[in-house]
């Protein structure tokens, strides 16, 4: 399909693109990192009469939100997105909201990057016959000034770390240090509190807050013994990252509370098993590579769904990961102190330049004064910031035109293959996988965190209970016995847990989950209540999930008509398997080395197959 493109945007257009693009930050340190969407809605004579943004993934679409919001204002109106929808991949309640909200013309900042929904949303919109208008390319700009065109930058470093997900096949990688101005980050002796500012810190913290990880090596354990949290109240804490080839590592370290935030260590394969062992029983999670390198960690949280991850680590750690290309974006604070030392630590370790015509060039970069200090961030040359990303995804065209095209990417990393150490290339054919995990990537309404709402009935879930309502879960317009309407299957999983135990935190703890405002807040209250107080949880929880999730899962695809379609979609793969591509999951997805028993996919599979056999 084609589109015309106006002639130009207005600069009442950059006006709410960049207010759309702003508000797409609201939930930045508040929730885990994901695609940051906006939607403002404008009725006939531009007036603001609806708007919304993505909380955190599965929460309520931007879209949704804003129609609700407008209560019919905005027909004949505008709509203003600064990414094209695509919070959940199957899912098309955020199009059907703008279709019915009766707008006219829809100005979209950027088309999704991730390629299976790019251009998807705009093609539907076509079709409902709204005008769409996309900042794509030059023509778009013509009469705008430079400031205005300058604001507008706004739309892609708004969603630079999903970005270089889709362009790089990685999470978007920033290192972070403070140095004196001579150049050192600790003292000869190796202490460093504190080399920059409070000021400073602030910002490291918020940073933190913004990012999915945080990853140091085992040196700073020993050394500094961090917390490496983000000292705010309530909000994300990012999960934390130790790097350890060998497991030289303190028994007591505040890394190990995991009451706080998580931690991984991630170590050579069969290192020290008892300490190992140790850590497993702090609540730490281990985890092993053939070969550690920054590399294989930032593999990893690209498979963990990770956005972007935050570098503090030392010059010896920072230099390979810079020359493994997992760095993208440097934060440098330059304090006025010189403290020299012949052997005082430095921020980057050997790269094996000789020659200053070697150094490597920051890109785009940028100053700005912090307190006492001097804060300078730009882009490594892999990079090139997040316009050159967007080009590089064909999401920028660098020649004007005058039509709309779906563009198909070669980049995009989003639906690489995994396969299991038991599968050759030449078994694909036969055994082929269909991953899904986070809401945003391929198949993603498959997830247990989708935003999709089920009535269930109030009851302690179990094997004989499930095929007594089965009739009921299996028929969307049936009655629930005791119904209560649940946010997503997540939150039902997660409250059943504790359901039928006579005690009231377990009930305080069920009631905490449904005000829960999305499926990973829900799980993050379930499982932390699982871990502390494990008295809660009800006695026979063990034998009963897999009744429960199944239960959950009738419910959603016999009530929601995107996920049942995409759902059976999959069959149009043959012999296709349906695979929860989690690599830390060994119970409902494949595990990271795809040992896993990915009783999720498996379920999914069954209940395929028995909504296929109907019709």
């Known amino acids: 399909m084609t589109h015309r493109v106006r002639s130009h945007l207005t600069e009442r257009d950059v006006d709410v693109l960049v207010q759309t693009a702003e508000l797409s930050l ?15 809605l404008t009725d006939t004579q531009g007036s603001i009469v609806g708007q919304g943004s993505l909380w955190a993934q599965g929460a309520e679409a931007p879209e949704v939100i804003a129609v609700k919001q407008a209560q019919g204002a905005a027909a004949g109106g505008t709509a203003y997105l600064n990414l094209e929808a695509g919070d959940c991949h199957g899912d098309t309640a955020a199009i059907q909201a703008l279709i019915h909200s009766g707008v006219k013309r829809c100005v979209v900042g950027m088309l999704h990057p991730l390629e299976h929904s790019r251009g998807k949303a705009v093609d539907a919109l076509l079709s409902a016959g709204i005008h769409v208008d996309i900042l794509q390319n030059t023509l778009s700009l013509s009469g705008l000034s430079q400031e205005s065109i300058d604001r507008l930058d706004i739309i892609y470093s708004s969603n630079e770390a999903l970005l270089h997900r889709a362009a790089l096949g990685k999470p978007m990688g920033i290192i972070k240090y403070a140095m004196t101005l001579d150049g050192k980050i600790a003292a000869s002796s190796g202490h460093s509190a504190w080399v920059s500012s409070q000021d400073s810190r602030g910002i490291v913290f918020r940073t933190r807050a913004s990012c999915d990880a945080v990853i140091i090596g085992g040196q700073t354990v020993r050394r500094d013994n961090p917390r490496l949290t983000t000292r705010m109240e309530g909000g994300h804490q990012p999960v934390r990252i130790v790097m350890s080839r060998r497991l030289d590592l303190p028994m007591e370290a505040d890394m190990w509370d995991t009451q706080v935030a998580p931690t991984i260590v991630a170590t050579q394969k069969g290192a020290k098993k008892d300490m190992q062992q140790k850590l497993v029983s702090k609540g730490v999670e281990v985890v092993e590579f053939d070969f550690l390198t920054p590399e294989a960690v ?63 060039d920051i890109l785009h970069p940028q100053w700005s004064t912090v307190g006492p200090d001097v804060m300078i961030s730009g882009y490594l040359p892999i990079s090139g910031g997040p316009k050159a990303l967007a080009e590089s995804l064909g999401i920028i065209q660098s020649q004007s035109s005058a039509r709309y095209q779906p563009i198909e990417s070669s980049k995009s990393a989003t639906n690489q293959q995994w396969l299991s150490p038991q599968t050759t290339p030449s078994q694909v054919q036969q055994q082929q996988q269909l991953e899904f995990y986070k809401c945003w990537d391929n198949l993603g309404c498959l997830s247990n965190f989708s935003p999709h709402p089920i009535d269930m009935p109030d009851v302690t879930m179990d094997e004989p209970t499930l095929q007594a309502v089965r009739h009921a879960l299996t028929t969307a317009d049936a009655p629930i016995p005791h119904g209560r309407l649940w946010p997503s299957s997540e939150h039902y999983y997660q409250a059943q847990k504790f359901h039928g135990v006579d005690n009231k935190a377990s009930r305080d703890i069920i009631e905490d989950i449904m005000r829960a405002p999305s499926p990973e807040e829900a799980a993050k209250i379930g499982r932390t209540a699982e871990a502390s107080t494990p008295e809660l949880l009800h006695p026979d929880w063990e034998a009963r999930k897999l009744a429960v999730m199944h239960a959950a899962l009738l419910r959603k695809f016999s009530c929601h008509k995107g996920p049942r379609d995409t759902l059976l979609g999959t069959l149009k793969t043959p012999h296709a398997a349906l695979v929860e591509s989690s690599p830390h999951d060994f119970f409902w997805g494949r595990g990271i ?14 209940i395929r197959d028995e909504l296929s056999s109907q019709t």
């Open 26 to 40: 609201d939930s930045v340190t508040k929730t885990q990192p994901h695609p940051n969407a906006g939607c403002i």
């Open 298 to 360: 930032s593999e990893y949280c690209y498979q963990r769904g990770f956005l972007s991850c935050l570098w503090e680590c030392g010059g010896v750690l920072a230099a390979p990961a810079v020359a493994d290309n997992t760095i993208h974006k440097v934060i440098a604070f330059i304090a006025p102190k010189i403290i020299g030392g012949k052997g005082a630590p430095t921020p980057m370790g050997e790269l094996g330049f000789v020659e200053m015509t070697q150094a490597i």
């Open 593 to 606: 080395d795809g040992t896993g028993s990915n009783h999720l996919g498996k379920l999914l599979m069954t």
